[in-house]
């Protein structure tokens, strides 16, 4: 694996472990001054990003006169230096979703963020994409890179947001103890988890109301590849 794919699978590593992001906007009230703000954000499995707003938020009225967006999320240092600390900015148009396609992100959304689904009742919610062009992501000291497209980006994975909420649904329901053993082998995390997504390269679990995302060891494209990483991860863990 040469460093730029490396690199590239750090940064969308980040994107799944930090999901709260700075949005950073053209400020219509400040007249062109940017302008910073703080919400949740969710990696699409093609590598947009997707947020859940409401209409009177600032950031959402400043999209409305000037799409332009970056979104920065990083890693908060316990202790040390901060910029020892991964982050990634995801600059690029974003636009408001029809309910007809917001349909295709909403489950997901409201499992990563259960507290959102109250939103659903105010019809000033509404779910937007940022469709993202530049990738600027730096792991630490001496690793910088600007991210091509093509480097960034995923192939959706070979199911519908229907069949990825029957997978999480089946997981919780008859592998409670898979989810239990897989995240305690990666985070020595004690608890009942429950798996909230599952990607092409790794999956969610809440945990006491915090998310973890575990990782693929390699990516799937198809359910029956997502199984046997499962079955393959629970094993390990159980023979741990």
Not at 7 to 20: D, F, G, I, P
Not at 64 to 90: C, F, M, V
Not at 121 to 140: E, M, P, Q, T
Request: include cysteine; aromatic fraction near 10%; charge should be neutral.
């Amino acid at each position: 694996m040469n460093e730029r794919t490396e690199a590239a699978n750090e940064a969308r590593l980040l994107a799944q472990q930090c999901q709260t992001a700075v949005f950073s906007t053209i400020s219509v009230k400040l007249q062109g001054h940017p302008f910073g703000s703080v919400s949740p954000v969710m990696l699409a499995d093609d590598g947009n990003m997707v947020f859940y707003v409401s209409d009177i938020a600032q950031h959402a009225r400043n999209l409305d006169q000037d799409p332009r967006l970056s979104l920065t999320l990083y890693h908060q240092a316990s202790h040390g230096d901060q910029n020892e600390q991964g982050r990634l900015t995801l600059s690029g148009l974003a636009h408001p979703l029809t309910d007809v396609q917001s349909a295709a992100y909403a489950p997901r959304y409201f499992r990563l963020f259960p507290e959102a689904q109250r939103y659903e009742k105010a019809h000033d919610f509404r779910f937007w994409l940022l469709k993202v062009k530049d990738v600027r992501f730096i792991g630490g000291f001496g690793k910088i890179f600007w991210l091509k497209q093509s480097e960034w980006q995923r192939l959706a994975p070979q199911w519908s947001a229907e069949q990825e909420s029957d997978m999480v649904r089946h997981m919780n329901a008859d592998h409670s103890d898979a989810c239990q053993l897989i995240l305690a082998d990666h985070f020595l995390q004690q608890g009942q988890p429950t798996m909230l997504s599952v990607y092409a390269d790794g999956c969610h679990f809440m945990l006491d109301g915090k998310r973890y995302f575990v990782p693929f060891t390699t990516p799937c494209h198809t359910s029956q590849e997502v199984r046997q990483a499962l079955v393959a991860m629970t094993n390990k863990a159980r023979a741990a």
